[in-house]
């Protein structure tokens, strides 16, 4: 015959981590991941690879794929973070993966949302617009309102060359020295 067994739990004394996880649980707020759609594959590579998080400008993380070795700076994207319903979520990267598809989100962004959270998230948002001289009215207030704009080149700054007055090369064998050459005057 068939005897019944009975398991009893004891219930295991309530601990600071205990209530801060079930507070969260039954609070009904959604991570910043869950904002995100994306499949398996993509939460699998997430979770094995190593990621590195830069923030480079106002709403931008560089977000490099650092199980690459020396090879990690081919693998590196910026990921534009937005502010929606009051958290940042990352809502686009320029890796070919997510210019391909509008649906799913590459694995630069969940991995910012899931591996960097929302320090590298905050950091991102709060990071301030560099000031330059060229500005022409410094209290103006940025009217950007999607990260396309927010993304937008600037164009850069060009940079300060030091030009040597005279070349003292030799041309010994009729070749001229490097700098010479890369700037054209090897004639």
Known sequence: MCESVRVLQHPEPASPWREAMEAIETS???S????LN???KTAKRVAWESWEFTVVGP??????????GYLK???AYVVGVE????RPVPVECDCPADQFSEEYACKHRVALAAIGGPTVLN????CETPKSDTDPDPDAVETANTAADKLQADGGVPAETE??????????????????FRDGEAE
């Open 163 to 180: 030009e040597p007055a005279e070349c003292d090369c030799t041309r010994e064998g009729g070749f001229p020295c490097w700098p010479c």
């Open 28 to 30: 009904g707020e959604k």
């Open 83 to 86: 502010v929606r319903n009051g």
């Open 38 to 40: 994306f499949g398996k």
């Open 123 to 126: 950091a991102a948002v709060a």
């Open 59 to 68: 709403h931008q993380v560089k977000v490099t794929n650092a199980s690459y």
């Open 73 to 75: 700076d081919d693998h």
């Open 32 to 35: 910043i991941v869950d904002e």
